[in-house]
């Protein structure tokens, strides 16, 4: 994949990190989906005050790209407070869903970042040719 792709995908999650509504952690992520279409969704993370329903930046911006028909996802860049900040566990079985070979940016800036592929990340995961397998499948 072209690295200037990902230069721009890392630019658009800085952007949207900005409107991450974080009035509880005070910790802003910002996220940016490549689909195959060539298109960009981004997303934010979103408190509540109840904290469970909060979301993170990752999954408002896949949620983003599958209302819109979009699911061939081919990237997606994460930025956040920390020096590099890792998609959470629930959001990696979220990325799991739509592909294993998914690559994963991982941006402390435009010139310093670290790819992945969500294998890398989840390993011997769970997906869904699991329940294609398994006996109530088969009925
Ligand atoms: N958060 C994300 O948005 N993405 C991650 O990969 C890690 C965590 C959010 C959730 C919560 O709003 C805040 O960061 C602190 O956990």
Redesign the pocket.
Known sequence: MDKNIYVELIRKAEEVKKK?Y?P??N???G?AVLTKSGKIYTG????SASYTP?????RTAISKAVSEGDREIEAIA?I?DSEY????GV?RQVIREFGKNIKVIIAKSEEDYKVFTLDELLPHSFGPNDLKQSQAGRK
């Open positions: 991450a974080v509880y952690s910790y802003h992520v996220a934010c993370n979103i408190e909060t979301i993170c930046a990752e994460v956040g900040t890792f998609p959470c959001c």
